[in-house]
């Protein structure tokens, strides 16, 4: 029997991950193969590289850049400027 069950890719988690990061390669070319996955680095999408490095927990050759703010990351502050628009003559 195949054991295909394995091989079946969860599409929503993916566009889930897809949202919340981005996903760059460390490689720029050749190919990887992992439990019956093949990438090949030159033209990997942005789903691939998720499942590469979600799924198959491939961190070593791929980086996550996360898009989305949590609670822990802090807020970016605004500059606030010292010049006043009045002025008197």
Not at 4 to 21: E, F, P, R, T
Not at 41 to 56: G, I, P, S
């Amino acid at each position: 029997m195949c054991d295909c069950g394995k091989n079946i890719v969860d599409l929503s988690h993916l566009k889930i991950y897809i949202i919340m990061a981005e996903y760059k390669s460390k490689l720029s070319s050749g190919k990887t193969f992992k439990d019956g996955f093949v990438i090949k680095w030159a033209t990997a999408t942005q789903k691939e590289l998720a499942y590469a490095y979600e799924d198959l927990g491939m961190t070593t050759l791929v980086t996550k850049v996360s898009t989305t703010k949590t609670k822990d990351e802090p807020k970016k502050t605004k500059k606030k400027s010292s010049e006043t628009s009045d002025t008197k003559e």
